[in-house]
């Protein structure tokens, strides 16, 4: 076969097969098949876990967290005193308690004098 | 970043040969749709950032496995009910692509139209070995280098000229009464 019979032989096989009208049906099938393939175009892709903001907004928003809790409570031991009501407390309640004491002893003399009068 | 015309129009200039293709193959309007589509689809989700010039051969490498793909399943299923009418022991352990039978029975839309030499290539075309079918296509009517050839047909680009030359020397053969 020399170059020129295959050469030819290719351009009528080629052009028989190009012949082929596939349709209105299938062309349009077609383009509607090309659009919805191009469209994932348009889709953004799915973002890797570490490529997502939260990703560098959460270790970013706890470091600054610890670093406030680290600065409050570690490094700034200087907390206002807290007033000590403990013994005022006692005290009154000492106090409450001999009036208490005193009354039941009152009570108890007015109810001897009058069971005794 | 994707240019997204220039796929575009390489996919409307391939989409009808490749639908061609694939109907010749699985004889079935539906299939071959859905081999095209899943064929865009493959080629615009994972190679659309690739260079131009890679997209031909990686189209027609999605497509050639996807057709394979649902040859296989035609194979398989043909096998699995003949299973039923008679024994076929000695075919078992053959490769249901190099050795399938040339077409099964063609949708009669498809073959209406077909006339002259047309029709007489199409029938000849029908008799060659899958490779030889795919390299002839590839080859001749995709205009696909030897090397983009082999990069679609997955083989050397040695095997690509063997089944080009062999399927052109049967094609003539074949054709000699209508064509020549």
């Known amino acids: 076969m020399t170059t020129t019979d295959e050469e030819r032989f290719l351009n009528r096989a080629r052009k028989a097969l190009e012949s082929e009208d596939l349709g209105e ?7 509607s098949a090309r659009r919805k393939a191009l469209d994932q175009l348009d889709i953004p892709e799915k973002r890797a876990v570490y490529e997502k903001p939260w ?11 610890l670093v406030l809790v680290f600065n409050l409570f570690w490094l700034d031991p200087e907390f206002p ?33 009058l069971n005794a009068g | 970043m994707t240019d997204t015309t220039a796929l575009n129009q390489f996919l409307a200039g391939v989409e009808k040969r490749a639908f061609a293709m694939a109907m010749f193959k699985v004889k079935d309007t539906e299939e071959a749709m859905d081999i095209v589509q899943d064929t865009m689809m493959m080629l615009v989700k994972k190679y659309a950032t690739k260079p131009q010039e890679q997209w031909p051969p990686l ?10 793909d649902t040859y296989r399943k035609h194979s398989m299923r043909a096998r699995f009910f003949s299973i039923f009418t008679h024994d076929h ?3 078992r352990d053959a490769d249901p692509i190099q050795n399938a039978p040339a077409s099964y029975s063609a949708e009669p839309d498809f ?9 007489a290539l199409k029938q000849a075309l029908e008799l060659l070995s899958p490779r030889q079918h795919q390299a002839f296509l590839l080859r001749a009517w995709e205009g696909l280098s030897v090397a983009a050839t082999a990069r679609a047909m997955q083989c050397s680009q040695g095997s690509v000229k063997t089944h080009y030359f062999r399927a052109i ?9 209508d064509w020549i």
Do not use: C
Not at chain 1, 81 to 107: I, K
Not at chain 2, 111 to 119: I, P
Not at chain 2, 169 to 177: A, G, N
């Open chain 2, 169 to 177: 020397q049967s094609l003539r053969e074949e054709l000699k009464d």
């Open chain 2, 89 to 91: 022991d000695e075919d």
């Open chain 2, 111 to 119: 073959q209406v139209g077909m006339q002259g030499a047309t029709a």
């Open chain 1, 55 to 65: 990703f560098t907004v959460f270790p970013v928003g706890a470091i600054a967290a």
């Open chain 1, 81 to 113: 005193e807290m007033p000590n009501y403990e013994s005022e407390l006692h005290a009154a309640a000492a106090t409450e308690l001999e009036l208490l004491e005193d009354l039941e002893f009152v009570a108890w003399m007015l109810a001897e004098d």
């Open chain 1, 25 to 31: 049906d299938i062309s349009q099938r077609l383009y």
């Open chain 2, 59 to 68: 189209f027609y490498r999605i497509l050639q496995n996807r057709i394979n």
